[in-house]
């Protein structure tokens, strides 16, 4: 390039000269020539700024550099003067001691995601952005927002494509490792290549894992080793600082001193404070805590490390107030976000935007807090003033928009709503369900482009399985043309139709959209038949909600006509899981609890019901952790009637069938009778012991219908509204309910929890009672790979009620480790029970679909089935039961054969990497020798076609 430049070198062009002086490091000519240069356009300018900011740095002018940038960028029009910006103030962090450096990372943060949003618009490299993001919400210690970054939606905020940067991975696997998640951080370690970043994320891996089997001195040893593998200064910084936090000897920083005194001596400070530390390092850390914001800053992370995140936020709190630091204060707001406590979040965001004053760079990330908190509080006025703060930092930032949008729809604003979705001309474009069902919502109402029913059509096929939204879009299209501006182009009304049909046959049951057709019954084959087929018809709403967990269980028991207690002990086809736990967690729920310590509870049949199943020394320590728990006559009248009713029961049940529309009938072995007949004798026995108060009537909810027939269940309820107690209830969807009438509920499950908090529960104990019922049907109990093996195992390792809970999305939040669990169980019993093994791979499949986004769907997919066929126990007798479980779960969610087609694929190819093609051919065949033909053709067609892809 220098021999061009010098080839066609003019010297009127102050900016070839000054290039040309930059590539023979005549730093001063080229400083000089640059500024001769005059651009004509505000591209020019800001391509002049970078230039200018590069050789600034080179010349040890950062300072210089940032104005530079700063001034060229405060119109936000060229991100690459941003992704410049944010780079030098990354650097410059590294020159600072702690409070400098947190301020650059904050800055540098708010920059980076204003370039990466902008990138995103045209298509352009928002990952570069999106990386400097992360590098500096590392910087800033929030690791929460650095590994949201990282992660593609649900979990996360990146693009697929950025997700996949291998420039992100590596800041990915850095930040799995720092945040304890060390099986992806492993993954993700063998891919990278920097000898530097290797050794880094191995050391921080160990680091996190100190509690289990890593020695401190292995830690120290492998900070040498990212010393030894450091090639520049700040590469050098990074290391000589965790070797401090390690308590190590530092090795010889005097050629980093003259550069950077601030931070060498925080780092010397750290490691005086911890060196040689044989006792408590949390203690030697307190002690020194006013030294060194960093000291703070460390401090607050032992503690986050150890799971104990609101010491953690008090502490960065404290720090903050010593130092008078807004960014420690920010910190320190994230934190108590984290842990649920949202009032403390409030809080210091408030004390950190007053802090910090106008023009802060940390602001944005404090208003989208603010946002956040006074949401999950239900201050929707004040989330709404905090959203609109946030939108005015950057009109570009779609998540500020959003917000804004769902706080005006909440407060039936809609009208404001839609302009702000649609205020710089085009709507914002949907990303998830829950958007594209406002999106529809509002612009049925306010859009007046004539193509919108068609781009809403258009968007129904983001989500062709999802029967709600689907029918709720079609809702309010049908909605939009019944008294339309303008007659709707017949093209766009035979579209609408189109769809409608599709849906209409699709989902004949849908209880959001759907067509009645009128006419008479066929006619009954006997009076039975049809009186069974009536019952089962005109319960089929109530009974498919309640299934899903969408009404209370006492609405199904008034629609069956059964005891509220005998519905909650029984399962059945319309309650084959008992819904307990909040998905996800409520505040209330906790706030509830403790309240309980010290009020009166009043106890509903579901939470006595599980109280049935545990021990009676467990259950009677979880009634007495509260001062009086009470429950109403009324629902020990139901609890005794539903027992005699079991008694009285024979092991033979009639019901419709509706499948063979015929009635069928329904066996229970004599050890599930004699399981029924004891939970409901222990039911009564529990209730029968609380004392009790009369409700023969409704007081406190007057929207429900008058009357006593079929209400016991609301009679708990009820008596606490009216007396201000609160409500033990292990059915969710009723402490939904309590919640909305201001009634403080809590389920047994917080109450575990809240005894182990309390040290009134041992670990163990708390495991054993979770597992309990875990056993007993209790879905979307947070997943933890001691706690479902201690279910299944008390099982017999046999697909019970653990492999339903794997069904479920809830217990996929980390489907690295559940597809783990999956796989260990299906290994524990495939030798001796393969159907059970086919099972457990049916309900994994079936679960890892429902909690992935579609976009992500089939590739997370194929991974599992991957797993699943590269494992040490597949075997010719054992893979036809394995493709059995994976066909049975792609069945249950609808889906296709790609992913498992896939995973073969590349299964063979590993198979071709190690041995000829022949070979590899005539492995697979062999493999699939006992499979069904259908299986047989897939695996041909594999080998057949492997060499066209």
């Given at each position: 390039m220098?021999?061009?430049?010098?080839a066609?070198?003019?010297?009127?062009?102050?900016?070839?000269?000054g290039?040309?002086?930059?590539?023979?490091?005549?730093?001063?000519?080229g400083?000089?020539q640059?500024?001769?240069?005059?651009?004509h356009?505000?591209?020019a300018?800001?391509?002049?700024?970078?230039?200018?900011?590069?050789?600034?740095?080179?010349?040890?002018?950062?300072?210089?550099?940032?104005?530079?940038?700063?001034?060229?960028d405060?119109?936000g029009?060229?991100?690459?003067?941003a992704?410049?910006?944010a780079?030098?103030?990354?650097?410059?962090?590294?020159?600072s001691?702690?409070?400098?450096?947190?301020?650059?990372?904050?800055?540098?943060?708010?920059?980076?995601v204003?370039?990466?949003?902008?990138?995103?618009?045209?298509?352009?490299?928002?990952?570069?952005?999106?990386?400097?993001?992360?590098q500096?919400?590392?910087?800033?210690?929030?690791?929460?927002?650095?590994?949201?970054?990282?992660?593609?939606?649900p979990?996360?905020?990146?693009?697929?494509?950025?997700a996949?940067?291998r420039?992100?991975?590596?800041?990915?696997?850095?930040?799995?490792?720092m945040t304890g998640?060390?099986?992806?951080?492993?993954?993700?370690?063998?891919d990278?290549t920097?000898?530097?970043?290797q050794?880094?994320?191995?050391?921080?891996?160990?680091?996190?894992?100190?509690?289990?089997?890593t020695?401190?001195?292995?830690?120290?040893?492998?900070?040498?080793?990212?010393?030894?593998?450091?090639?520049?200064?700040?590469e050098?910084?990074?290391?000589?600082a965790?070797?401090?936090?390690?308590?190590?000897?530092?090795?010889?920083?005097?050629?980093?001193?003259?550069?950077f005194?601030?931070?060498?001596?925080?780092?010397?400070?750290?490691?005086?404070?911890?060196?040689?530390?044989?006792?408590?390092?949390?203690?030697?850390l307190?002690?020194?805590?006013?030294?060194?914001?960093?000291?703070?800053?460390?401090?607050?992370?032992?503690?986050h490390r150890?799971?104990?995140?609101?010491?953690a936020?008090?502490?960065?709190?404290?720090?903050?107030?010593?130092?008078?630091?807004?960014?420690?204060?920010?910190?320190?707001a994230?934190?108590?976000?984290?842990?649920?406590?949202?009032?403390?979040?409030?809080?210091?965001?408030?004390a950190?935007?007053r802090?910090?004053?106008a023009?802060?760079?940390?602001?944005?990330?404090?208003?989208?807090?603010?946002?956040?908190?006074?949401?999950?509080?239900g201050?929707?006025?004040?989330?709404?003033?905090?959203a609109t703060?946030?939108?005015?930092?950057?009109?570009?930032?779609?998540?500020?928009?959003?917000?804004?949008v769902?706080?005006?729809?909440?407060?039936?604003l809609?009208?404001?709503?839609?302009?702000t979705?649609a205020?710089?001309?085009?709507?914002?474009?949907?990303r998830n369900r829950?958007?594209a069902?406002?999106?529809?919502g509002?612009?049925?109402?306010?859009?007046?482009?004539p193509?919108?029913?068609?781009?809403?059509?258009t968007?129904m096929?983001?989500?062709?399985e999802?029967?709600?939204?689907l029918g709720?879009l079609?809702?309010?299209?049908?909605w939009?043309?019944?008294?339309?501006?303008?007659?709707?182009?017949?093209?766009?009304?035979?579209?609408?139709?189109?769809?409608?049909?599709?849906?209409l046959?699709?989902?004949?049951?849908?209880?959001?959209?759907?067509?009645?057709?009128?006419?008479?019954p066929?006619?009954?084959l006997?009076?039975?038949?049809?009186e069974?087929?009536?019952?089962?018809?005109s319960?089929?709403?109530?009974?498919?909600?309640?299934?899903i967990?969408?009404?209370p269980?006492?609405?199904?028991?008034?629609?069956?006509?059964?005891?509220y207690?005998?519905?909650?002990?029984?399962?059945?086809?319309?309650?084959p899981?008992?819904?307990?736990?909040?998905?996800?967690?409520?505040?209330?729920e906790?706030?509830?609890?403790q309240?309980?310590?010290?009020?009166?509870?009043?106890?509903?049949?579901?939470?006595?019901t599980?109280l049935?199943?545990?021990?009676?020394?467990?259950?009677?320590?979880?009634?007495?952790?509260?001062?009086?728990?009470?429950?109403?006559d009324?629902?020990?009248?139901?609890?005794?009637?539903?027992?005699e009713?079991i008694?009285?029961?024979?092991?033979?049940?009639l019901?419709?069938?509706e499948r063979s529309?015929?009635?069928?009938?329904l066996?229970?072995?004599p050890?599930?009778?004699a399981?029924?007949?004891?939970?409901?004798?222990?039911?009564?026995?529990?209730?029968?012991s609380?004392?009790?108060?009369?409700?023969?009537?409704?007081?406190?909810l007057?929207?429900?219908?008058?009357?006593?027939?079929g209400?016991a269940?609301?009679?708990?309820?009820?008596?606490a509204k009216?007396h201000?107690?609160?409500?033990?209830?292990?059915?969710?969807?009723?402490?939904?309910?309590?919640?909305?009438?201001?009634?403080?509920?809590?389920?047994?499950l917080a109450?575990v929890?809240?005894?182990?908090q309390?040290?009134?529960?041992?670990?163990?104990?708390?495991?054993?009672?979770?597992?309990?019922?875990l056993?007993?049907?209790?879905?979307d109990?947070?997943f933890?790979?001691?706690?479902?093996a201690?279910?299944?195992?008390?099982?017999?390792?046999?697909?019970?009620?653990?492999a339903?809970?794997l069904?479920?999305?809830?217990?996929?939040?980390?489907?690295?480790?559940?597809?783990?669990?999956?796989l260990?169980?299906?290994s524990?019993?495939?030798?001796?029970?393969?159907?059970?093994?086919?099972?457990?791979?049916?309900?994994a499949?079936?679960?890892?679909?429902?909690?992935?986004?579609?976009s992500?769907r089939?590739?997370?997919?194929q991974?599992?089935?991957?797993?699943?066929l590269?494992?040490?126990?597949?075997s010719?007798?054992?893979?036809?039961?394995?493709?059995?479980?994976?066909?049975?779960?792609?069945e249950?969610?609808?889906?296709?054969?790609?992913?498992?087609r896939a995973?073969?694929?590349q299964?063979?190819g590993a198979?071709?990497?190690?041995?000829?093609?022949v070979?590899?051919?005539?492995?697979?065949?062999?493999?699939?020798?006992?499979?069904?033909?259908?299986?047989?053709a897939?695996?041909?067609?594999?080998v057949?076609?492997?060499?066209?892809?």
């Open positions: 220098r021999d061009y430049l010098a066609h070198h003019d010297a009127s062009s102050p900016l070839l000269s290039l040309l002086a930059c590539l023979d490091k005549d730093w001063a000519e400083i000089e640059l500024g001769r240069w005059e651009p356009h505000a591209l300018q800001a391509m002049k700024a970078q230039f200018q900011a590069e050789v600034l740095i080179k010349t040890g002018r950062p300072a210089e550099a940032l104005a530079k940038l700063r001034a060229a405060q119109e029009t060229f991100t690459g003067v992704v410049s910006l780079g030098v103030l990354l650097q410059h962090a590294v020159h001691r702690t409070s400098n450096r947190l301020a650059a990372g904050q800055e540098a943060f708010a920059v980076a204003r370039a990466r949003n902008g990138r995103r618009i045209w298509h352009g490299d928002s990952a570069e952005a999106a990386v400097l993001a992360v500096a919400a590392v910087l800033s210690g929030d690791l929460a927002t650095a590994w949201k970054l990282t992660q593609p939606e979990e996360g905020e990146a693009e697929p494509r950025e996949a940067d420039r992100m991975q590596e800041q990915t696997a850095l930040v799995a490792a998640r060390q099986q992806e951080a492993e993954q993700l370690l063998a990278m920097n000898a530097f970043a050794a880094h994320v191995r050391a921080v891996i160990a680091e996190s894992s100190l509690a289990d089997d020695t401190t001195s292995e830690v120290k040893a492998l900070w040498l080793r990212v010393w030894e593998a450091a090639d520049s200064e700040g050098q910084l990074t290391a000589a965790g070797l401090a936090a390690a308590g190590a000897d530092l090795p010889d920083l005097s050629h980093l001193r003259a550069d005194p601030d931070l060498v001596a925080e780092i010397e400070l750290l490691a005086r404070a911890l060196r040689g530390s044989a006792g408590d390092e949390l203690a030697l307190r002690a020194n805590v006013t030294q060194s914001p960093m000291i703070v800053v460390k401090l607050a992370a032992r503690y150890s799971g104990n995140v609101v010491m936020a008090e502490t960065l709190k404290d720090g903050a107030d010593h130092w008078r630091d807004a960014r420690l204060m920010a910190l320190a994230g934190l108590f976000h984290e842990a649920r406590e949202y009032p403390l979040a409030r809080e210091c965001a408030d950190a935007l802090m910090a004053g023009g802060w760079a940390g602001q944005g990330r404090m208003y989208a807090l603010l946002v956040e908190a006074h949401w999950a509080d201050r929707l006025d004040r989330a709404t003033d905090a703060s946030l939108l005015a930092l950057d009109a570009l930032d779609p998540d500020a928009r959003w917000a804004l769902k706080c005006y729809a909440v407060r039936a809609a009208e404001q709503a839609w302009q979705l205020e710089h001309g085009e709507p914002l474009d949907p829950d958007e069902l406002l999106w529809v509002l612009g049925a109402s306010y859009s007046a482009d193509q919108f029913i068609g781009r809403a059509l968007l096929k983001r989500w062709p999802d029967e709600e939204l709720r079609l809702g309010a299209l049908h939009r043309v019944v008294e339309p501006a303008e007659p709707l182009p017949e093209q766009e009304a035979e579209q609408l139709r189109e769809a409608t049909a599709s849906y046959e699709r989902f004949p049951d849908s209880t959001v959209f759907r067509a009645v057709s009128l006419g008479t066929e006619s009954p006997e009076n039975l038949a049809e069974l087929r009536r019952h089962y018809e319960t089929r709403e109530v009974r498919e909600k309640a299934a967990g969408e009404l269980v006492g609405m199904l028991a008034m629609a069956a006509g059964r005891c207690a005998e519905t909650c002990m029984r399962r059945t086809a319309e309650r899981v008992v819904y307990a736990a909040d998905l996800p967690s409520d505040p209330a906790t706030l509830a609890v309240a309980a310590r010290t009020g009166r509870v009043m106890l509903d049949t579901s939470a006595a599980t049935a199943l545990l021990e009676k020394g467990v259950s009677e320590q979880l009634i007495g952790y509260s001062q009086a728990v009470m429950t109403t009324q629902l020990l009248a139901d609890a005794l009637q539903a027992k009713s008694a009285l029961r024979t092991d033979m049940t019901a419709w069938d529309a015929n009635p069928a009938v066996t229970s072995t050890k599930q009778l399981e029924l007949r004891s939970t409901a004798a222990r039911l009564v026995e529990i209730m029968q609380a004392p009790r108060v009369s409700r023969p009537e409704l007081r406190s007057p929207q429900m219908p008058s009357g006593r027939r209400k269940w609301l009679t708990a309820l009820d008596y009216e201000g107690h609160i409500v033990w209830c292990d059915d969710r969807v009723l402490r939904a309910v309590a919640r909305s009438q201001d009634v403080p509920s809590f389920g047994t109450l929890d809240a005894c182990l309390s040290e009134l529960m041992a670990p163990q104990e708390n495991l054993v009672i979770k597992a309990e019922l056993r007993n049907y209790y879905v109990i947070p933890a790979a001691d706690l479902y201690a279910a299944a195992q008390a099982d017999g390792w046999q697909a019970k009620a653990v339903v809970a069904s479920r999305s809830g217990a996929w939040s980390n489907a690295q480790a559940t597809a783990a669990f999956a260990d169980a299906a524990q019993i495939v030798s001796s029970l393969p159907h059970e093994a086919s099972t457990w791979l049916s309900n499949y079936a679960g890892l679909h429902r909690a992935t986004v579609p992500h089939e590739r997370n997919l991974v599992l089935c991957w797993q699943i590269t494992q040490p126990w597949i010719v007798p054992s893979l036809p039961f394995v493709l059995a479980g994976l066909r049975a779960g792609r249950a969610v609808a889906d296709t054969d790609a992913p498992l995973a073969l694929t299964y063979y198979l071709i990497d190690q041995v000829d093609h070979t590899a051919a005539s492995t697979l065949m062999g493999l699939f020798a006992l499979t069904d033909e259908e299986d047989k897939i695996a041909a067609r594999t057949l076609t492997y060499g066209a892809r």
